[in-house]
Structures are given as structure tokens and as C-alpha cells.
């Protein structure tokens, strides 16, 4: 396979370009949620269950939160299709038989409202990673003390053991944090040029340059290898034994 942005060849059928992470092709949004949100409706229901079931009860239970926002976003994505794909029936009711004759305008309406889903959704799931990081900051007895966001980051990771020499953990938890800063200007990386991999996808940000990298794929790409980072973190014996330790001796008394 060939991107059409950097112009590299490829083997296997990946959706995103392993060199540049551009999408490949020019997949209709409105046709290609569907998938995408059973996608993160499948990936919530793998993890809720288990972190309910883990962790209630100890300050970890933080995690029901990460797993409820990939719900929500795979719930909010399969309504918006339901009601604004092409293949809708209800379009024609909420929309068309109301006044609403251009059909072109129905759609760039629909291509809006899919971009405020992604935005909520990134916005959404990168806040519960800070509050999951402060959380597991205060387990940890050599505390993180300074502000930002990536050196909290990088301290737990250090703490937990999990601080790779390939920065595979880091690059999986900071580089999405990359792509919700730049919502803050209109989706312009403003800070000095970063690059990292995760897995085996090179993503690039140029100062001054937009940032590509948050279709549905990518947003679905990230969800997926930051809770994968996420579960490492947990399954830490810095991390799970105090707490379950804890839950038993609360049980206890």
C-alpha cells in the first residue's frame, strides 16, 4: 500500500501510514464511524468490568472513570450516526422535512458536530489520565512535587518501572496529550517540534504546522495503547499491592 501524504510504501492494511500517521485514503466520516464506535463500545466493556471489579474500594477505582469515558464516546459516536449518517433514516425527519433543503449543508453540519465529538472525547480521556497519574502520585512514597503534565508523566513511569529506554510507555501517554493542546489553537502545534512512535507508527508535530492526527482512527489508535500504559501502571507492586493491601486491611477492621 502507498500513502498519498508521504508517498511510502507499506506492507499489510493499516488505516494509519506507519511513516507520516496520516490516514490512508480519504475515508467518508459519516460512513466510518459505525465501526468505530463498536470498536470503543468493545474496548470499554473489555476493561470496566475488570476495573470494577479490581478496584473498588481503593483510590484506583479512579479507573472506572477511563473505561466510562471510552463508553461515552463509543455511545455519543453511534447516536450521532444514527441520526446524521447518510443512511439514517431519521435524518429526513430531524433535519430535511423541517426546512432544511441543502443537503450540503446538512452534511458540512454533520462534519461539525463529528469534530466537537472528537474534541470532547480527546479532552475527555486526557483529563482522566492527569487525575489517574495525580492519584497514583499520591500512592507512590516518593512524591512528584513540580507542575506539567509530562513530568508527572515521566516521574511515575520512573517509579513503577516502566520508564523504557524506547520511551514506548511515555510516547503512548504524552504524544495524544500533544494533539489536545493543539485544540487550544484551532488544532496549530504551537510548541517546539516533538516527534515519538508508538507502537510502530512515527507521529510528527511541527511548530506553526496543523496537527493531523486526530481523526477517529488516530483517536481510537490512542484510547486503546494509553489504557493498555494505564494497566501496566496499575499492575505495579509499588501500585496493586499497596492498595489491595489496604482494601484487605479496611475489610478487615
Known sequence: MKCDNCERNFEGE????????????????????EKISE?????????????????????????ENLATAILWTGLTLYQFQANYGTKSAKLSTLVIKR????????????K???LMIREASITLFMFQIENFLKQINLILENKFDDK??????????REVG??????????SLYLPSVVRNSLHYAGIHTDNDTEGKIEDIQFKFKKGKKVIYGSWYHTYFFFENMIVTVEKI?????????ELQKLEESENN
Open 148 to 157: 506539567g503534565y509530562s513530568g508527572l508523566l515521566k516521574h511515575v513511569l
Open 39 to 63: 470498536d470503543m463500545i468493545n474496548l470499554s466493556k473489555k476493561y470496566l468490568d475488570k476495573f470494577y471489579t479490581k478496584y473498588k474500594g481503593t483510590k484506583l477505582f479512579v479507573m
Open 99 to 110: 426546512g432544511f433543503t441543502d443537503k450540503n449543508h446538512i452534511f458540512d453540519f454533520g
Open 112 to 114: 461539525n458536530q463529528d
Open 14 to 33: 493499516h488505516t494509519i501510514c506507519p511513516y507520516c500517521a496520516k490516514i490512508v485514503g480519504d475515508p467518508q466520516i459519516l460512513e466510518t464511524n
Open 234 to 242: 496499575l499492575a505495579s507492586p509499588k501500585i496493586i499491592n499497596k
Open 162 to 171: 516502566l520508564n523504557d529506554s524506547e520511551l514506548k510507555n511515555y510516547n
